[in-house]
């Protein structure tokens, strides 16, 4: 069996590895992919929205399957063009992906469909953005419309930061012309709920916390994710409950009533609020840096989950570990900003499940090649103990460029 996966970071590493671990031994090709990934598959030099050339690709080297990691992919109609051809891919049409392209497009769909999420409005105008902001209570939430590689959200402590944040948006154009969605702010852990779905099959996936800033403490500027764990205590069976019922599931009925229906992965960032859960945010694809600690927990098969999505049928049962793992990102110094590339890294003392997230080999070596670098991810019975892991593999690695956080877990510690 060919495979191909469509992606270039920790997220697409963690498929490859879940891949890998298939009894069919697939052959695995990924595009771009990285360093790290070219360990464990044949890598690509194609983009991942170079939706032309992912196809010549996958029908001149006869792809059985290809598994599409990145939102971008999605949104360039990458799943499309495929179908169209004949060719198995897991991942959502144009169309379904719209429930992460635009904000927009989510929170219509939750005010139609009944599912709970924090009240908002929408604009294009700056003047007008602002002055509905001024007359509302702080922090407030903004919201860029479109895709912003996780960096498209701006929680304002006041009007200063909030008529920066929506000059940025709408003036500066930072991730394109677009919309500035305006939202009540919430407060409550958040948590990452993601799920396969075929149509209204929905197949639930162990729960993972992420965290968004930069630095110990959840200070600092929102990031892509600084890490990730699984076993949230404060998260209980009835949460869980709900949660499948009253959001994947009715947005996964939703989806097919407006006639897109989900062939993939909905994620559901999603946060236990005083009056309930609730969704913060949908994303059309497997969550990054979540799926590096959700996907290791995974004792199935996933070529059959993948191709089973991926042609409407159902898959065998989903089996997976109760053990606890952990995740911690290491990032260039400098990121969510500006950051230089091309540090030398050892990583191989680490002794933890390493995943590459931005690497690169320069003249033999191993170096750093984005803003979110390298992701260790430990696996225990306990949230302690896995802490304890992943911290120890982290500090074995060599780099002068890199920074982490070292709280990572801190809500499920009480800490």
Known sequence: ??????????????????????????????????????????????????????????????????????????????????RAAGLRIFGHSKAATRIESSKEFAKILMEKYDIPTAGYKSFTDYAEALAYVSLRPFPAVLKYDGLAAGKGVVIAKDLIEAQAALKDMLIGESFGKGKVVVEDYLTGPEFSFMAFVNGCNVYPMPLAQDHKRAFDGDEGPNTGGMGAYTGLPFICGEDVSFAYENILK????????????LTGVLYGGLMKTPQGIKVIEFNARFGDPETEVVLPLLDSDACDIFSSVACGNDPQPLEWSEDITMGVVLASKGYPG???????????????????????????????????VLMAVARAASVTDAREKVYKAVSSIKCENLFYRSDIGHWALGE
């Open 1 to 82: 069996m060919k495979v191909l996966v469509i992606g270039s970071g920790g997220r697409e590493h963690a498929i490859v590895d879940a891949l890998g671990r298939s009894p069919r031994c697939p052959q695995i090709f990924c595009a771009p992919g990285n360093a790290g990934i070219a360990a464990q598959a044949t890598c690509v030099s194609l983009q991942d929205t170079d939706v032309q050339g992912l196809l010549d690709f996958a029908l001149s080297e006869g792809i059985d399957l290809t598994v599409v990691g990145p939102e971008a992919a999605l949104a360039a109609g990458v799943v499309d063009a495929f």
């Open 250 to 261: 009715r947005t996964a009925y939703a989806m097919v009533n407006e006639g897109c229906p």
């Open 338 to 372: 500006s950051y230089r590339k091309g540090f030398e890294i050892d990583c191989n003392e680490a002794g933890e499940r390493i995943f590459h997230m931005g690497t690169a080999m320069k003249d033999g070596k191993l170096v750093t090649n984005g803003g979110r």
